[in-house]
């Protein structure tokens, strides 16, 4: 079984919803990013010595670090074959999409640091995404895939912030879509932001 280092709303969630969604067996331990420190104490540095989430720890020892590269292995080995399109071209708009949401996540670092003139950055950068997702269950069509985890998890972080992305009608429905799926409301119930 392997072993999912996370912590609660970060985005190492992406890679909590594809393991949920991937029915796989997986255990959580959770890192608290002020410490470094699990929850039995052990540092975290030791595991990851990059000391971010996502991790995860293979049922070889093997550690896997970086959100998109965990996002992609959960995908190669879930049991529903689901995740990642196993075709050449969707296969790579599915990758296309991954880098352009590991973007967007690098846009916000500022806001949580505090920097509300990063707003605008942000929200530029968004504006893809609300054309991309025109006519669009989800970001590579009609299929839930990894890259839907990702912007998922990256876009949910304005609830946090008190950032207002309402502007942004085809983002909002992806969103609410995205939310109701099993594996989303069973990957936030775990990491304790839902009941």
Known sequence: MVKLYYAPGACSLASHIALAASESKY????????????????DYYTINPKGSVPAIKLDD??????????????????KNGLL??????????TVEVLSYVSDLHKAWAPLWGGDKSAEAALKKKYE??????????YTTGSDFTIADAYLFTVTNWANFLKIDLSSFKNLQDFQERVS?????????????LAQ
């Open 180 to 192: 109701k799926l099993s594996s989303v409301q069973r990957a936030l119930k775990e990491e304790g």
């Open 128 to 137: 893809f995404a609300e054309k991309h997702l025109e006519g669009k269950q």
């Open 84 to 93: 990642a399109p196993t075709t050449d071209l969707a296969r790579y708009k």
């Open 27 to 42: 255990e959580l331990v959770k890192v608290d990013l002020k410490t470094h420190k699990l929850e039995d104490g052990t």
């Open 61 to 78: 020892g093997l550690v896997l670090t970086e959100g998109p590269a965990i996002l992609q292995y959960v995908a190669d080995h879930n």
